[in-house]
């Protein structure tokens, strides 16, 4: 579903229109989305040491 979000981000859809799309999502998964993604470029772990 991260890259759902991402995909959407980029299309310009905004945190609101995301959310009436997948009602079970929260702001904070939207911004963890986006948190995983600025990880995932920035070649940071993604598994808590």
């Known amino acids: 579903m ?3 979000v991402l995909e959407m981000l980029k299309a310009g ?3 609101e229109e995301i959310l009436k799309e997948f009602p ?3 702001v904070g998964h939207i911004k963890a989305a986006l948190d995983f ?3 995932k470029v920035a ?3 993604l598994v808590p040491a």
Do not use: C, N
Request: proline share 0%.
């Open 13 to 15: 859809y905004g945190f």
């Open 24 to 26: 079970s999502l929260t």
């Open 43 to 45: 070649g940071e772990s």
């Open 37 to 39: 993604a600025a990880k």
């Open 2 to 4: 991260v890259w759902q």
